[in-house]
């Protein structure tokens, strides 16, 4: 007959996880670098809105990991473009963990500027791991539904600064900008929330100022 045990743990996997997220970003701040941890469902416009941002941000050197569980899609268009990227694939995994950013942070030999990290397209998991950032920016958008904060609460919570992504298209859907803003507020008191468009451009360069004004602190 089958017979449960008890199996004491000793060791979190998030404690490892964390430890290491601790290292990479004690030497990414040593270098002068702001990594940002870009977090969102799948399609929400991850790679769009850090297109945008790295060209917001001028003269400010940006590198970026980029994550996907497959393809390189997302890279070949940052390097047609000439940014600095490596892909990462997990093959399978839902999010980014420390351990591979490490890997992927010393092949980029970053001296100093932004790096963006576009975590795995999901709402879910990411939010659940730190990977050496200095701030998760969640990417949420207005073809999503204004229920998201309700459902996903976690990557709302943990976000220091929320772009809501794609408001060209506000006038197409039946979003309701209040009912989101009081899911968010629920859950993140502080937490800038951005109205943003890919598109028309719309939001960007409050999105920056926030950016630049964290490099500064
Ligand atoms: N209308 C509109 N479309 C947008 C906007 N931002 C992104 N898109 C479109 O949405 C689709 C997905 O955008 P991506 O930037 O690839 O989204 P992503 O979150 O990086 O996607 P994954 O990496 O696959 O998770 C593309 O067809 C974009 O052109 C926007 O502000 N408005
Ligand atoms: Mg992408």
């Given at each position: 007959?089958?017979?449960?045990?008890?199996?004491?743990?000793?060791?979190?996997?998030?404690?490892?996880?964390?430890?290491?997220?601790?290292?990479?970003?004690?030497?990414?701040?040593?270098?002068?670098?702001?990594?940002?941890?870009?977090?969102?469902?799948?399609?929400?416009?991850?790679?769009?809105?850090?297109?945008?941002?790295?060209?917001?941000?001028?003269?400010?050197?940006?590198?970026?990991?980029?994550?996907?569980?497959?393809?390189?899609?997302?890279?070949?268009?940052l390097l047609s473009l000439g940014v600095n990227t490596v892909q990462i694939n997990t093959g399978g995994a839902c999010h980014l963990d420390s351990p591979v950013i490490g890997e992927a942070?010393?092949?980029?030999?970053?001296?100093?500027?932004?790096?963006?990290?576009?975590?795995?397209?999901?709402?879910?998991?990411?939010?659940?791991?730190?990977?050496?950032?200095?701030?998760?920016?969640?990417?949420?958008?207005?073809?999503?539904?204004?229920?998201?904060?309700?459902?996903?609460?976690?990557?709302?919570?943990?976000?220091?600064?929320?772009?809501?992504?794609?408001?060209?298209?506000?006038?197409?859907?039946?979003?309701?900008?209040?009912?989101?803003?009081?899911?968010?507020?629920?859950?993140?008191?502080?937490?800038?929330?951005?109205?943003?468009?890919?598109?028309?451009?719309?939001?960007?360069?409050?999105?920056?100022?926030?950016?630049?004004?964290?490099?500064?602190?």
């Amino acid at each position: 007959m089958y017979e449960p045990k008890e199996i004491e743990i000793m060791e979190s996997v998030y404690d490892k996880n964390e430890e290491k997220a601790r290292q990479i970003n004690a030497s990414l701040t040593a270098s002068g670098v702001y990594a940002v941890n870009m977090m969102g469902a799948p399609g929400v416009g991850k790679t769009s809105c850090l297109i945008k941002l790295i060209r917001a941000l001028g003269d400010t050197a940006c590198s970026v990991i980029e994550g996907d569980i497959e393809s390189d899609i997302d890279t070949q268009k940052l390097l047609s473009l000439g940014v600095n990227t490596v892909q990462i694939n997990t093959g399978g995994a839902c999010h980014l963990d420390s351990p591979v950013i490490g890997e992927a942070v010393e092949g980029l030999c970053l001296k100093s500027g932004v790096l963006f990290i576009e975590n795995i397209g999901n709402l879910v998991c990411p939010a659940e791991f730190e990977i050496g950032e200095h701030a998760k920016m969640l990417i949420s958008a207005v073809t999503e539904g204004s229920d998201k904060p309700y459902k996903y609460p976690l990557a709302f919570e943990k976000a220091d600064i929320i772009l809501l992504n794609k408001c060209d298209l506000l006038a197409y859907t039946d979003f309701d900008e209040d009912f989101f803003l009081k899911g968010v507020r629920a859950l993140n008191k502080i937490a800038p929330v951005v109205k943003v468009s890919c598109k028309t451009g719309e939001g960007f360069d409050e999105a920056v100022l926030w950016i630049k004004e964290k490099i500064k602190a």
